[in-house]
T-cell receptor, first 114, second 112 residues
Framework: TQLLEQSPQFLSIQEGENLTVYCNSS?????LQWYRQEPGEGPVLLVT?????EVKKLKRLTFQFGDARKDSSLHITAAQPGDTGLYLC??????????????FGQGTTLQVKP | NAGVMQNPRHLVRRRGQEARLRCSPMKGHSHVYWYRQLPEEGLKFMVYLQKENIIDESGMPKERFSAEFPKEGPSILRIQQVVRGDSAAYFC??????????FGPGTRLLVL
């Protein structure tokens, strides 16, 4: 069974600090996605990384896909209270890329205090 | 463009009752996925449907749970004889073939 492990599970920081969230697996993924979920809402897709070593930037968010496509990271620069939420990584398990099924990590709950 | 719609947003049932959760995909999407989320956890895949077909139900409990996506109308996730352990948030996502999944706001089911 393929698993995605996220760390840390909880993170509470002050506004303006930097942080990194990790998503690791012992298995290779054809792609990984990062979602952000606010309380009472569904996950919203932030980015999809496909190529090993790929780096994508979305304003203050930087996403990286490991060279071996087994891990990914999300780095937030100068965090703001609006970044507060649950961050989830997800990917299609091996052999199911044509079914659309996604495996999710357990999530990282980020709280940014003003 | 309306996004994925789910109703009801909140549902309270007593043990033994039936729960029906509805999902209307985004316009032009013919693929629907159901996921379940327990508090402070990630989402767990339940079932993947296309119009009138179940493609992958490997995450669906074998008993009491069923799903359909008829030719006309929304996709329905049905839970019969609910138990307290069924309390969770149930999310529906939709996509076009091979494309990104877009999630609805979810239905929060509480079983008393």
């Amino acid at each position: 069974t393929q698993l995605l492990e996220q760390s840390p599970q909880f993170l509470s920081i002050q506004e303006g600090e930097n942080l990194t969230v990790y998503c690791n697996s012992s298995s290779v993924f054809s792609s990984l996605q990062w979602y952000r979920q606010e309380p009472g809402e569904g996950p919203v897709l932030l980015v999809t990384v496909v190529t090993g070593g790929e780096v994508k930037k979305l304003k203050r968010l930087t996403f990286q896909f490991g060279d071996a496509r087994k891990d990914s990271s999300l780095h937030i620069t100068a965090a703001q209270p609006g970044d507060t939420g649950l961050y989830l990584c997800a990917g299609p398990p091996h052999g199911s890329s044509n079914t659309g099924k996604l495996i999710f990590g357990q999530g990282t709950t980020l709280q940014v205090k003003p | 463009n309306a996004g994925v719609m789910q109703n009801p947003r909140h549902l309270v049932r007593r043990r033994g009752q039936e729960a029906r959760l509805r999902c209307s995909p985004m316009k032009g999407h013919s693929h629907v996925y159901w996921y379940r989320q327990l508090p402070e956890e990630g989402l767990k895949f339940m079932v993947y449907l296309q119009k009138e077909n179940i493609i992958d139900e490997s995450g669906m409990p074998k008993e009491r749970f069923s799903a359909e996506f008829p030719k006309e109308g929304p996709s329905i996730l049905r839970i019969q004889q609910v138990v307290r352990g069924d309390s969770a948030a149930y999310f529906c996502a939709s996509s076009a073939m091979g494309e990104t999944q877009y999630f609805g706001p979810g239905t929060r089911l509480l079983v008393l």
